[in-house]
C-alpha cells in the first residue's frame, strides 16, 4: 500500500520561500509522473507542478519561474522549492503519484 505524507508548510511573508516535502512509503513503478496539486479556500484543486521519470519538468504559468519540483529516488520524496511567495499562493498543497494522494500541508502566505 503506497502511502505520501507532506511535510514543510507553514505562514510565511510575501516574497518568502518555503520547501515542502512529500515522503512516499510503499514500492511503485518509478516511471509514474510525480506531481504537487494545491487547492485555496472556495476554489478548485489545481496542477502546479509535475516531473517525470527522466527529470523532465513542467509548472504551472502561475508558478514559472518562482517554484522547482525535484525528487530524490534514493528517499522515495518529492520536494517542491517555493520562492517569491506571494497571497495568491495561500492553500493546502498536495503531492500525487499515480492514484495516491498525500493529506496535503498548509501554506499560508501573509504579513
Known amino acids: 500500500q503506497v502511502q505520501l505524507v507532506e511535510s514543510g508548510g507553514g505562514l510565511v511573508q510575501p516574497g518568502g520561500s518555503l520547501r515542502l516535502q512529500c515522503a512516499r512509503s510503499?514500492?511503485?513503478?518509478?516511471?509514474?509522473?510525480k506531481a504537487w496539486y494545491r487547492q485555496a479556500p472556495g476554489k478548485q484543486r489545481e496542477w502546479v507542478a509535475d516531473i517525470a521519470n527522466s527529470g523532465y519538468t513542467k509548472y504551472a504559468d502561475s508558478v514559472k519561474g518562482r517554484f522547482t519540483i525535484s525528487r530524490d529516488h534514493a528517499k522515495n520524496t518529492i520536494y517542491l522549492q517555493m520562492n517569491s511567495l506571494k497571497p495568491e499562493d495561500t492553500a493546502v498543497y498536495y503531492c500525487?503519484?499515480?492514484?495516491?494522494w498525500g493529506q496535503g500541508t498548509q501554506v499560508t502566505v501573509s504579513s
Open positions: 510503499g514500492s511503485i513503478p518509478s516511471t509514474y509522473v
Open positions: 500525487k503519484v499515480a492514484d495516491n
